[in-house]
């Protein structure tokens, strides 16, 4: 794909030498890309219009527009459908906090993981997002409430350090000061355990959170739940962990889904909280949503509390997720999954 809102500012400037054209005309036009989110070159008004023509021909714009969107009448969420130029459907979550404008954004269409909790792995993978498309979910949620989103979190459809390169040029760019300029301790990276891309993400030095999804404290148990669990042991995972935060000095996030009867249990409580003790972390519980490809249950209250109870207990900063958008199907991948049946794909 040769898309222009995935270039950064020196590979613009090169552009725009091909061009005969003045290194600025790479800061004006990365500003209309990346600040004023404007991705129609007619409305570019300080760059020529013979610039402009050129441009239209050998790099036109990917467009993406929003196919749906649901809100939600308890918090507020809001969850968006977008379709993407060839006509594929991912998903966007905007959560609204006290401390600002949050958005769940996909790095993939589908995903090829496996995780059996998760909906939006049905489908297996279909092909990576580009950094511009990542890109414009943030902008085209920006420009239809008109209110800027100020952190990031890289946990819908796919598998963000599957194609790490794709996912460090998006970090650039959001991050760039002539952009919108969000800063790195903003933006949540998600893995399922991928072990050398956390060491690789770990020897660049970034500042994002990364979160590591666990849901189990045996490889026994986590292999019955996640397939990548055949590949990267636990002791794998938090060894590359540890190495993250040595080198970060950046605290972990280990997600934790709640399945009734398969991860819940005071023992499973007490092995993680082995596992953990001494690691520079926290753990966020989520009870699993129900999904009716699946035949997991969430976590009854009672056992939700005495696992949060028994992980404190071992000196582990737990904390349980609101779950947003419980009336939309906020979930991720199930309101994908419904839209593309009912289009009889």
Not at 195 to 221: F, G, N, R
Not at 273 to 294: A, D, M, T
Request: charged share 25%.
């Amino acid at each position: 794909m040769n898309d222009i809102t995935s270039k950064d500012l020196t590979t613009l400037q090169e552009l725009m030498k091909t061009y005969g054209e003045s290194a600025f005309r790479a800061k004006q036009l990365f500003e209309w890309l990346h600040k004023k989110m404007i991705w129609d070159y007619d409305e570019m008004t300080n760059i020529p219009h013979g610039l402009r023509e050129k441009l239209k021909q050998d790099y036109p714009i990917i467009q993406m527009k929003i196919a749906k969107k649901y809100t939600s009448q308890l918090d507020g969420t809001i969850k968006y459908l977008f379709e993407l130029q060839d006509s594929h459907i991912i998903e966007g979550v905007l959560m609204r906090y006290k401390h600002g404008n949050s958005i769940c954004i996909s790095s993939q269409v589908g995903c090829r993981m496996g995780c059996k909790f998760c909906a939006s792995t049905i489908g297996g993978l279909v092909r990576n997002l580009s950094a511009g498309e990542m890109l414009a979910q943030i902008y085209k949620v920006q420009e239809d409430i008109k209110e800027r989103i100020s952190n990031i979190v890289i946990m819908g459809s796919g598998e963000p350090l599957e194609k790490l390169d794709i996912t460090m040029q998006f970090i650039q760019l959001i991050n760039s000061k002539l952009g919108q300029n969000i800063g790195q301790r903003h933006i949540t990276l998600s893995t399922c355990g991928l072990v050398p891309a956390i060491y690789e993400l770990a020897d660049m030095m970034m500042q994002v959170t990364l979160a590591v999804s666990l849901h189990a404290p045996t490889d026994e148990k986590r292999k019955r739940i996640m397939p990548i669990a055949h590949k990267y042991l636990i002791a794998d995972i938090l060894k590359a962990c540890r190495y993250y935060t040595e080198k970060t000095s950046r605290r972990i996030t280990f997600e934790y889904a709640l399945i009734e009867g398969e991860n819940d249990t005071e023992e499973d409580a007490r092995e993680l909280g082995k596992l953990l003790s001494g690691l520079l972390c926290h753990v966020n519980l989520i009870p699993v949503n129900q999904v009716e490809e699946r035949t997991y249950k969430s976590s009854h209250v009672s056992s939700i509390e005495k696992f949060m109870k028994l992980l404190s207990a071992y000196g582990i900063q737990t904390t349980l997720r609101r779950k947003l958008g419980s009336d939309i199907d906020a979930a991720c991948g199930q309101l994908r999954n419904r839209y593309i049946k009912e289009r009889g794909e």
